[in-house]
């Protein structure tokens, strides 16, 4: 027989419990109250069958928080250690402003500008044979980055330019076809090449805008400030401005390569910087700081690309994603529902 409602009470409650029945009955509502409507077979099986409902619901339970935390355990543990290679891989997060995950969406474009006289040539064959993993980082870091490489030289003597691309070929062909070119002063047209990067290069209008100036030689004195107004107003919109300064070490490749020719060894000393070489960080220093970028020096023995890279990226905060968490018990736990008690005296005279 089918019953419309169950009533649970203790033996303390069971005057109450019977007149809520008996108020229930009379409404034409069929309960079920031990121990009148239960014999003792029938209140042990239904028991049991609860119990066996309950433990298999536990048991279930169990499983799934073991197998859910045994799962996401090593997904965790795997996740972290990505989070540690890209850590030793990309720089730390910096005041750049903007993620890799917004440069990814938005677009990261670069221009090299490149001291082209004569004194670069072991530099610019470093770069050219480096190019491709320069790129290579880039893209690793921003698939839709583009690169664009402005050559110059003295005042006066014409650039020689490599447009915005994606295209890693493109820029190795483009490096292939440039020869020293023949300036002999000592300061070179700095400005008239930032100026081309900055204003005439086919920028992307959300993209980030970085400008990298390679060279050995400070810009003309009364270059200098209208350069320093140049940079500002290119920080102003969207643009970061990085100098590498490759004087230093231009200097002991030169004084290396001309003993081995001339003496066949090694220079038993290499002779100081000349002062007038010093000149190049400071400017550089200078004009990076207006560009809200860095200078640094390539380092004896560095690969420029490395040195390029690292001004690239210094500034730019990784995304890190938070790994999941292992999951606790609270998480899957759901209340399993139960029957109201209805054995308060409350309910007893009403109608």
């Known amino acids: 027989m089918a019953h419309d409602v169950f009533i649970s009470h203790s033996a303390r409650d069971k005057p109450y419990a019977d007149a809520v029945c008996a ?12 121990p009148r409507a239960a014999t003792a077979p029938t209140v042990i099986a239904r028991a049991r069958t609860r119990s066996k409902w309950i433990v298999r619901s536990i048991a279930a339970l169990v499983i799934a928080l073991v197998g859910t935390a045994r799962d996401a355990a090593p997904q965790q543990v795997q996740k972290a250690a990505q ?78 330019i490599q447009p915005l691309t994606l295209s890693p070929q493109e820029l190795s062909d483009f490096l292939n076809t440039i020869g020293a070119m023949g300036s002999g002063e000592w300061e070179e047209d700095t400005l008239g090449a930032c100026q081309t990067a900055m204003e005439k290069m086919d920028w992307k209008p959300y993209a980030r805008k970085v400008v990298v100036l390679v060279g050995d030689s400070p810009p003309r004195k009364e270059d200098f400030t209208p350069l320093l107004a140049l940079i500002r107003k290119f920080k102003d919109n969207n643009g970061t401005f990085n100098a590498v300064d490759v004087a230093a070490e231009e200097h002991e490749r030169f004084e290396r390569e001309f003993w081995l020719k001339h003496h066949h060894k090694e220079p038993p000393k290499l002779s100081p910087l000349p002062e007038f070489y010093r000149q190049t960080a400071q400017a550089y220093r200078v004009l990076a700081a207006a560009g809200d970028g860095d200078m640094q020096e390539l380092p004896r023995n560095g690969s420029i690309d490395r040195v390029i890279f690292r001004l690239i990226s210094a500034k730019v905060p990784p995304k890190i994603e938070v790994p999941p968490k292992i999951p606790r018990y609270h998480d899957y736990y ?18």
């Open 334 to 351: 759901v209340p399993i529902a139960r029957t109201p008690r209805l054995c308060s005296p409350h309910l007893e005279g009403r109608g």
């Open 83 to 160: 989070d540690r290679e890209r850590a030793q891989a990309e720089p730390e997060a910096g005041a750049f402003g903007t993620s890799i995950g917004d440069l990814r969406k938005r677009g990261l474009d670069i221009v090299l500008v490149i001291d082209g006289t004569g004194s670069m040539n072991l530099i610019i064959d470093d770069l050219r044979a480096r190019m491709p993993q320069l790129v290579q980082s880039i893209h690793r870091l921003v698939p839709i980055a583009r690169i664009g490489i402005i050559v110059f030289g003295g005042k006066g003597e014409k650039m020689t």
């Open 23 to 34: 108020k229930l009955e009379s409404r034409g509502l069929r309960c079920w109250i031990a």
